[in-house]
């Protein structure tokens, strides 16, 4: 091949993949940058709702932790900070629809159900937003499918949070029944609603089929991963 030729080749190559690239990168700016900022603001939020939910839960049921300082240890060891507390082995391994189960079972593992319930509500946050890999790089990478599934989960939640017995006839977790005064704090309504809005914005800034999320009481949790 003449020198003339081979540069004009090259050349040429060269361009069709930088135009390349660059369509490639247009197209991905367009559909992933908008949403990045927002889903990162949506876990930092779903990680306050879900301290503020368990905060709310050890205070209204307080057989499941007495110590208000071990409460707090329990809360830190859940986000990974420095804790006092070591998160026994058997709530620490297992993925969160398993956990969620668990938080509602006949026989829970250990007997602090509010732990396993918000162990289960962090890792499912984690799973479905992929927060293990690092920081967001592009809202690409989160799965709109991971999403319903987390959405169908704390729906199931919500609705086990006030519904679900023991034995005995006494709710397993008391949340919005009315106190003795007749007063009704919806404080729990409101958080699992901030959440359950947020999950369903991320559904669709990820093009999610919002028909998916129907939820069917009696349904078991769905495994996000």
Known sequence: MKPKLQT?????????????????GRKCADVCSPDVKIISYHVKKHYENIRTLAQRLYARNPCYEPDP?????KIQAVFGEKSTYPVPASIRLPMSHELLTLAFSN????????????????????????????????????DARRLERLYKNISQVNWRLKTYKSATGTPLFFTNQALESGYINMGFEVIMTQMLTRIQDDIYLRGGLEGNLTFRIGALFLSIL
């Open 8 to 24: 004009v080749l090259i050349v040429t190559i060269l361009s069709f993949f930088l135009n390349g690239c660059a369509d490639l």
């Open 69 to 73: 300082d071990v409460r707090m240890a």
């Open 107 to 142: 026989n829970p593992p250990i007997s602090d159900r509010v732990l396993i319930l918000i162990l289960g509500l962090k890792k499912g946050i984690d799973e479905a937003y992929d927060t293990g890999s690092g920081p967001f790089i592009t809202g690409c990478q989160i």
